[in-house]
């Protein structure tokens, strides 16, 4: 028997219903996401043969030094978006979301970066080492951040500006600045960590007995030894230590012998430059 209800009308390609229901993109967004793919895809596929376009070691900037301070700028400009309280929501109930796409990205991170996975010639292999795995990376430091821009930016309250105070100052302000002066104390606790940040990368010293300070002639391995070089002896390395361990962190040495045990480390991704990527990426939420 044929059914007597109606047939639901289909949309039609061009009708406001069909470009509802499509998800919509932010085509600008999109295209400076692909460039910083591409850059990266550059700087890793040609960076040991073109150091110019490589990581700096320390001092200096290049191409490649570009990449994470755009994802973490990407990464905000998206924020933008999620991090909207929708009406019958809360800003807790936001946080929790972000939370939990948060936790999912460090798990990610830890898997492609955690050295979880062997590449051999017969295919990848599970290398699950509690010991040994790193910990941080490029995924856990932007998961890190998203954090606590979140809670920046859903928990610290804006400044509400009243009428009739200084009132030819308020007409000759434009709206945009009455967006970026409500959020001053939001943008006081963002910097806050900036500043941190610095200081403990430029003005605190590591301890005078910290092994990555030994002579240059003492620090293994070699093949390394450029990047010890220039780390190891830094109040980042000698932090990263001492809240990760050494056999956690991107770069181990020490300053015994060739074949010694690391007694030292470095990490581009914890705890000390973590917080100048605050500013980052709340910069992008405010873009």
Known sequence: MAS?????????????????????????????RGIT???????????????????????GIHLADFVMPFFLLI???????????????????????????????????LAVQGSIFESTLRGSTLNFDLTSFRIMGILQRIAIVFVVVAAVELFVPKVGIREGVHESLVEARSQLMDVWVQSIL?????????????????????????PGCA????????????????MACTSVGWMDNSILGVNHVYLA????????????????????TTMSAVLTMFFGLHM
């Open 75 to 109: 990464s905000g400009l998206s924020a933008s978006i999620s991090l909207k309280v929708q009406s019958g929501s809360s800003a807790l109930q936001t946080f929790r979301r972000v939370m939990f796409r948060a936790f999912r990205l460090f798990v990610v991170g």
């Open 186 to 210: 939001k943008w006081a606790v963002v910097l806050a960590f900036f500043t941190l940040g610095a200081v403990l990368t430029y003005i605190v010293k590591p301890p005078s007995d910290w």
């Open 37 to 59: 793919m591409a850059v990266m895809l550059v700087v890793d596929a040609n960076g040991d043969a073109h150091p110019s376009i490589d990581h700096a070691l320390w001092d």
């Open 215 to 230: 002579p240059e002639a003492d620090l293994y391995p070699r093949s390394d030894h450029a990047f010890l070089k220039f």
């Open 253 to 272: 040495g020490n300053n015994i012998g060739p074949q010694e045990q690391p007694n030292f480390g470095f990490d581009p991704e914890v705890a000390v």
């Open 4 to 32: 007597m209800e109606e047939p639901r009308a289909t949309p039609v390609a061009n009708s406001p219903t069909a470009n509802d229901q499509r998800k919509q993109r932010l085509v600008g967004l999109d295209v400076f």
